[in-house]
């Protein structure tokens, strides 16, 4: 959440990529890029049957730091 504030991302805050440096749109680009990447890994183990549904739900200490299932 820490690193999301930097970019004025949070309740209450207005996102403007506008405002950010060339560097930091590029960060944010490489992110959203490593994010789809995680992504298509996670449904490569939901359609092998690895991960199912069940696996997405829980308490957030069930799930922990798993920020894709939560």
């Excluded at 990529?17 to 890029?33: F, H, Y």
């Amino acid at each position: 959440m820490a690193r999301f504030a930097k970019l004025n991302i949070g309740a209450g805050n207005n996102f403007d990529v506008a405002k950010l440096s060339p560097e930091m749109k590029k960060a944010v680009g490489d992110g959203m890029t490593d994010a789809w990447q995680a992504l298509a890994q996670a449904k490569k183990q939901v359609d092998a049957g690895r991960v199912t549904a069940g696996d997405f739900f829980g308490t957030r200490e069930h799930l922990k730091s798993n920020y894709m299932y939560r």
